[in-house]
């Protein structure tokens, strides 16, 4: 028999047992890499806000705990459209809005001058004129594919939002997850609507082509002069700083460790019971010239395949979780529905660490066995 048939031969012995213990430890790791994914899902969503309009440099309060809920006078973005290097700007105003009638509940609303280059960059589809001149209605909103599927609202159709009717003048896609999931408010009824006259949340910033990724830096820098109430930061620094990202990801790791530890404790019972009840085989082995260094490769090798395994195992079963998330009322397909690379690479690193870990102690007893206290034991 080769030495891996011997492994797998040994690895299922206890078929009962070790397909509880893959099930307990695909469970674990498929846990670690649901949570990562479901952080980085929203992490990539909200990137892909600014990566789908090519936003080069997003611009916050300074000293704002929560920047997504920063407040900036709108004349601000005229200001910042002046400085060299800028070839365009748009203010963007934030707020969560419900459609009780239909019961979707925290609806994000991008509140954006209607003439600005950003509302023109979405391909939208616009209702008729003859339902554009409703004179009913208090104003006009624009959504994105996901949420008027959600609404089950077309062009035309009237949306009400605080018992008061609004137009769906529109409905627009976006290379972003995120856009797609909200809508679109003029800026100037968003603002009446949140009684926030004159302000918005952040400035979107286009750069000029001839600045270079060195020279971004500069323009960061001129846009602060402009005045010290501004925070301007590039498009990825804004997003791996922001503080719900970063408690999204740490949330996820803190909840996973209980679920690796439990993996790797069973992993531990699993093995260290194979090698008790293996004993009598181990002096056998032993005796017929096995070193110490082989058992305990074959000992290692059974844990490592059987995390391995898990891992693969956890990964699909993650993945089909995150589509079921992504297509739920809960998140209203605000997060992206796939596993990144780098979270399956993740996986079954994580597999691999428990495999080891909870191969330790059974491989060290092993090699610590006489062949003359081993077959005793048999006999």
């Keep these: 028999m080769t030495y891996f048939g011997f492994v797998l031969k040994s690895l299922w012995r206890r ?4 397909g509880l213990t893959l099930m307990a430890l695909a469970t674990a790791i498929g846990s670690v890499m649901a949570l990562s994914g479901v952080a980085e899902g929203f992490t990539e969503s909200f990137r892909g806000v600014y990566e789908s309009h090519r936003v080069d440099v997003v611009v916050s309060r300074q000293g704002s705990a929560d920047r997504l809920s920063s407040s900036l006078e709108e004349t601000y973005v005229a200001r910042v459209t002046a400085v060299e290097g800028v070839a365009s700007a748009a203010g963007v105003l934030l707020e969560t809005l419900s ?6 509940y ?11 280059w950003l509302f023109k960059d979405y391909e939208m589809q616009l209702a008729g004129s003859l339902a554009s001149e409703n004179s009913e209605v208090e104003g006009q909103v624009y959504l994105g594919e996901n949420l008027a599927g959600r609404l089950d609202c077309q062009p035309g159709a009237i949306l009400n939002l605080f018992d008061e009717p609004f137009l769906v003048a529109g409905v627009f896609q976006s290379g972003s997850v995120w856009e797609n999931g909200s809508m679109i408010v003029p800026l100037d009824q968003l603002q009446d609507l949140a009684g926030r006259d004159g302000q918005i949340t952040y400035i ?8 270079q990724a060195s020279d971004v830096g500069q323009v960061v820098e001129r846009i602060k002069a402009v005045d010290v109430k501004l925070l301007p930061l590039a498009t990825d620094e ?11 990801g740490a949330m996820a790791w803190m909840t996973s460790t209980i679920a690796l530890l439990v993996g790797a404790i069973g992993t531990l019972n699993t093995m260290m019971t194979s090698v008790l009840e293996r004993t009598g085989e181990i002096g056998i082995l032993r005796a017929i010239g096995w070193p110490a260094k082989r058992i305990a490769g074959v000992i290692l090798c059974e844990s490592v395949m059987l995390a391995l395994m898990a891992s693969v195992l956890g990964g699909l079963g993650a993945s089909v979780l995150l589509q079921v998330l992504a297509n739920s009322e809960a998140t209203g397909g605000l997060l992206q529905p796939t596993i990144a690379t780098g979270v399956w690479v993740r996986g079954l690193v994580v597999g691999l660490g428990i495999g080891v870990l909870g191969a330790s102690l059974p491989v060290w007893r092993a090699s610590q ?11």
Excluded: C, K, W, Y
């Design 15 to 18: 078929p009962l047992r070790t």
């Design 99 to 104: 459609a009780e009638d239909q019961q979707v």
């Design 106 to 116: 925290g609806i994000p609303a991008m509140g954006m001058r209607t003439e600005s």
């Design 204 to 211: 979107n910033v286009v750069l000029d082509e001839s600045i």
């Design 238 to 248: 804004f997003v791996s700083s922001d503080t719900r990202m970063q408690l999204a």
């Design 369 to 379: 066995m006489r062949p003359a206290d081993a077959l005793r034991h048999q006999g």
